[in-house]
């Protein structure tokens, strides 16, 4: 054979190879499913740009399933929180909360309110954003670490859509994704 013949096989052989074990690699490390096909919940791209924190999971329920559209974005902050309290009042929340990702400015509807959920010691608070959209921030802390869940709509939470919310961050497959990330 010729040099030149062998050296444009070689190359495509090593290409071959290479770009299968990619393929591979892609699909051993690729963050596992949360939600179901039959889930009223679709997973969805995270929208928000690069941060000292990173990437986490967002998740859409139509109006059909939720009332009106609500958006979820979900993740784990490493460090983020007391290693020994977790996420205990307030001030723990809206330290460690991604609110601001949405938007600069927002009002606390009332206190917030602590919560077990998904394994976790949780504190709830919602807020109105200045656009007037609702939402609900969660967080929860374990071994230092804090998860961070966001549901937001346009017009209001109803009890319907929080209900559904915490159905997905109660999910087997998150608390499984949470665990992964160190939360």
Not at 117 to 141: E, H, M, P, Q, S
């Amino acid at each position: 054979m010729r040099p030149s013949l062998v050296m444009a096989l070689a190359l495509g052989l090593a290409a071959l190879v290479g770009g299968g074990g990619f393929l591979v690699a892609r699909a051993l490390f690729a963050p596992a499913p949360i939600v179901d096909a039959d889930s009223a919940w679709r997973e969805a791209a995270w929208p928000f740009l690069r941060d000292a924190w990173p990437a986490g999971r967002a998740f859409r329920c139509d109006a059909a399933h939720c009332g009106e559209e609500v958006m979820v974005y979900a993740r784990v902050k490493m460090g983020m929180c007391d290693c020994v309290a977790g996420v205990a009042d307030d001030d723990d929340l809206e330290r460690v909360s991604d609110a601001s990702l949405l938007s600069p400015r927002m009002t606390a509807e009332g206190p917030g309110e602590s919560a077990e959920l998904a394994g976790l010691k949780t504190r709830l608070r919602r807020y109105r954003t200045d656009g007037g959209a609702a939402l609900a921030v969660l967080a929860g802390g374990r071994n230092c670490n804090a998860f961070v869940a966001m549901a937001t709509a346009r017009h209001a939470l109803s009890p319907q859509a929080m209900d559904s919310v915490r159905s997905l961050i109660s999910t087997p497959a998150m608390s499984r994704w949470v665990a992964s990330r160190g939360g």
